[in-house]
């Protein structure tokens, strides 16, 4: 069976040897065996494992969170309403963020669309109530039916 070196794997997985020693002190690599010199030496399996928890820390999962996860997964099929429960939260706490991260981008296109348009009209005032700084439910109609007719949000804004 092949194993690699810490600075292998870190190649080969775009991190740092210092990135790798953290996730191993934080309890995160118990499954990674060391030869005589005391050097940590990585399996084809292990960078499996090492993928995952990669994969979840981009999921915003915490370390600490990680390491639960990673300890449940050595205890094998004993843990395995655990890790499904885990899991569920997770994909329950991301679904919540990207209904939020759309939210904001449909804003922020709404607003560069508000923007382009203010630009080729030279004034801001096109969108605003009269006499007032508010903006005119028809601005926010007439992008909705922008919308509403095929057009994309992303390119209404664009230049």
Do not use: C
């Amino acid at each position: 069976m092949n194993t690699y070196s810490i600075g292998e794997v870190a190649r080969k997985m775009g991190l740092t040897v210092e990135a790798i020693r953290y996730y191993d002190h934080a309890g995160l690599l118990p499954f990674v065996k060391r030869d005589s010199g005391g050097r940590r030496r990585f399996t084809e399996d292990n960078m499996q494992l090492m993928q995952m928890i990669l994969d979840l820390k981009r999921a915003g999962v915490s370390i600490k969170e990680i390491a639960y996860f990673v300890s449940w997964r050595m205890d094998g099929d004993d843990s395995l309403g655990q890790r499904y429960d885990f899991l569920d939260q997770h994909e329950k706490n991301l679904e919540d963020q990207i209904q939020t991260l759309e939210k904001s981008l449909s804003y922020l296109r709404f607003k560069k669309w508000y923007y382009k348009t203010a630009l080729e009209a030279g004034t801001e005032q096109i969108h605003l109530m009269p006499d007032s700084t508010q903006v005119n439910p028809k601005t926010y109609k007439k992008y909705q039916s922008l919308i509403n007719s095929g057009k994309s949000a992303k390119s209404l804004g664009d230049k």
